[in-house]
């Protein structure tokens, strides 16, 4: 081998959530790390999402009373794969595996100064299925002040929450209008803003705030933080990953590592030729990934061996494309669109075929299954005035009065009655009339006898606190009514490598690749082909990047 320009303990592809966790372990063992990000903003998509991670029987439900723990959530994550099918990626031992490292993982962060609390009330997405959990088991981090980063605070990628206020405060705050506890957290945000502005202090919540904290952390713990940088291939001797190829002030600049190279480089939501090739019928003018995500490094680990499982799924995320909609950018989400009352989602020929509520993923499953035998791919939700009147709309605060451009480029249909909807959604008045009539009769008799939604609890929480006796369950009766299309977007794949519960990198005939890790979306989920509960993606790449970081520095 040719001699190499540097040489580090531990070399990470990426920075995302599982990258930053890992580095900050490595470090913690007093190690010597690098973190290669090839943008010139570090967080991956980490920061721009919500920054939630499922994490069963953390310290935060014991401290509340709550009653958790390994043996309630395997029953839960057991029967939900049990139900899908066992994967690659999603085997009882790594699922087993994930269900005891996660609660460490976050007792690491807050050892390390992380702030984090949990989320008081955000339901598992299949609450009613035995070990589920209505309360949820969500964690997230504290707000933070992105100017405790002095400079790094430009390099950060931004989230996509701008208001100072927690996930939870920013669900309330669209029914100020209606209810007091929705009234309290908009003063609330509003002093908050005050003192903000008084105290030079620039609050980021979600996904922003989690890796705010995150890249802290590891900068005061030393790690070798280092953007545009991308790395073009690993580095192998004897099949045996040394290091990686990257490059440093414009030229290629090889990294010896010798305790592995992790890759936590995301997956291949922008890359229309794998998704193509993946996930047929899917876009990358969907997708709310960052526009690093691209799938080299997949490609780069398959060149080398790599067993790929679960290509075909991705993070989905529904979401509604107004004029003005441009790639890369965070995009419009249409779940809680068409869970709140009054809402609707129909295929082309204007027939319901789903639960509009529950899990994004499934939603979207739904969604592509479906257009294999009807047209689907765009849906259609389908609301009245009510829902206008009350809730947001594809960014837009509650009412009638919307951008003249969406009615100019038929993005929203506005008709006095259902048939003439129908009409200019081009399909039959007859059809749309029967689903919007037959919904409405499920509403009077308050239940769903289709596809039951508002049966579980994370349906109700989707839907509105404020209206009863459902929370999802509302009439379309009030003309004029509108629709927009829905496309399943997501925000990120869910297949790559398949690892093992180490989070080592496994060949097609089971063996390890010495020296190489993975985590994220650069693998195959754990979660298989379900997501229990919001932060399935984030819990998963933070904890294997933590169980990577411990078995690579020997302390397994």
């Known amino acids: 081998m040719a001699d190499f320009d540097e040489v580090v303990d531990f070399a990470i592809v990426g920075s995302g959530g599982g990258a930053m966790c890992a580095a900050l372990q490595m470090a913690a063992k007093n190690k010597r790390v690098v973190m290669l990000e090839k943008s010139h903003l570090v967080g991956g998509t980490t920061a721009r999402a919500g920054g939630v991670m499922w994490i069963p029987n953390n310290r935060f439900l014991k401290r509340d009373g709550i009653d958790d723990s390994f043996e309630l959530a395997a029953k839960y994550f057991d029967g939900l794969a049990a139900e899908a099918g066992d994967t690659p990626g999603s085997t009882p031992e790594r699922r087993h595996t994930y269900l005891r490292q996660a609660p460490k993982m976050v007792d690491f962060l807050l050892e390390q100064g992380i702030k984090l609390n949990r989320v008081s009330y955000w339901p598992d997405y299949y609450d009613e299925r035995p070990?589920?959990?209505?309360?949820?088991?969500?964690?997230?981090?504290?707000?933070?002040?992105?100017?405790?980063?002095?400079?790094?605070?430009?390099?950060?990628?931004?989230?996509?929450?701008?208001?100072?206020?927690?996930?939870?405060?920013?669900?309330?705050?669209?029914?100020?209008?209606?209810?007091?506890?929705?009234?309290?957290?908009?003063?609330?945000?509003?002093?908050?803003?005050?003192?903000?502005?008084?105290?030079?202090?620039?609050?980021?919540s979600a996904g922003a705030a989690l890796q705010g904290r995150m890249l802290q952390a590891v900068l005061r713990r030393g790690v070798d933080v280092r953007s545009e940088s991308p790395v073009s291939e690993l580095i192998v001797d004897d099949g045996v990953v040394r290091g990686v190829l990257t490059v440093k002030n414009g030229k290629p600049w090889r990294i010896s590592a010798r305790l592995g190279v992790l890759v936590a480089a995301g997956g291949f939501a922008?890359?229309?030729?794998?998704?193509?090739?993946?996930?047929?019928g899917t876009s990358t003018k969907w997708t709310s990934a960052a526009p690093t995500d691209t799938g080299e490094m997949i490609e780069e680990m398959m060149r080398h061996g790599a067993a790929i499982a679960q290509m075909d799924e991705m993070v989905g995320n529904q979401c509604t494309l107004p004029p003005g909609?441009?790639?890369?950018?965070?995009?419009?989400?249409?779940?809680?669109?068409?869970?709140?009352?009054?809402?609707?989602?129909?295929d082309q020929t204007g027939q319901r075929y789903m639960n509009e509520g529950g899990s994004y993923m499934a939603y979207c499953k739904s969604m592509l299954a479906r257009n294999k035998a009807v047209p689907a791919v765009p849906s259609w939700a389908v609301f009245d005035s009510q829902y206008m009147k009350k809730y947001m709309l594809a960014g837009t605060m509650p009412g009638s009065k919307k951008p003249q451009s969406w009615y100019d480029e038929g993005y929203l249909k506005q008709a006095q009655s259902v048939a003439d909807l129908a009409e200019q959604l081009g399909m039959s008045a007859a059809?749309?009339?029967?689903?919007?009539?037959?919904?409405?009769?499920?509403?009077?008799?308050?239940?769903?006898?289709?596809?039951?939604?508002?049966?579980?609890?994370?349906?109700?929480?989707?839907?509105?606190?404020?209206?009863?006796?459902?929370?999802?369950?509302?009439?379309?009766?009030?003309?004029?009514?509108?629709?927009?299309?829905?496309?399943?977007?997501?925000?990120?794949?869910?297949?790559?490598?398949?690892?093992?519960?180490?989070?080592?990198?496994?060949?097609?005939?089971?063996?390890?690749?010495?020296?190489?890790?993975?985590?994220g979306v650069s693998t195959a989920s754990v979660m298989g082909r379900v997501y229990p509960g919001a932060g399935s993606s984030i819990g998963p790449t933070f904890v294997w990047g933590f169980v990577a970081a411990n078995h690579a520095a020997g302390s397994n």
């Open 131 to 204: 070990g589920g959990l209505e309360v949820g088991r969500c964690v997230v981090a504290d707000l933070f002040d992105l100017n405790e980063l002095g400079p790094w605070r430009e390099k950060l990628r931004p989230g996509f929450l701008t208001m100072p206020a927690t996930l939870e405060e920013a669900l309330l705050l669209p029914n100020f209008k209606r209810a007091w506890r929705s009234t309290k957290v908009l003063l609330k945000v509003i002093a908050r803003t005050i003192y903000a502005k008084v105290a030079r202090k620039q609050f980021v």
């Open 270 to 280: 922008h890359n229309q030729r794998m998704r193509d090739k993946y996930q047929p």
């Open 325 to 346: 909609s441009q790639e890369g950018e965070i995009q419009s989400p249409a779940q809680s669109l068409t869970a709140k009352p009054h809402a609707i989602l129909v």
């Open 431 to 519: 059809q749309l009339e029967a689903t919007v009539n037959r919904f409405n009769g499920f509403v009077r008799n308050n239940y769903d006898e289709d596809f039951q939604r508002g049966e579980r609890a994370y349906d109700n929480w989707l839907g509105d606190f404020c209206h009863q006796p459902s929370q999802t369950l509302g009439e379309l009766s009030k003309p004029p009514f509108y629709a927009v299309q829905v496309v399943p977007g997501d925000v990120g794949t869910y297949g790559g490598v398949v690892t093992d519960t180490s989070a080592r990198v496994l060949r097609e005939d089971g063996s390890v690749i010495p020296g190489l890790y993975a985590t």
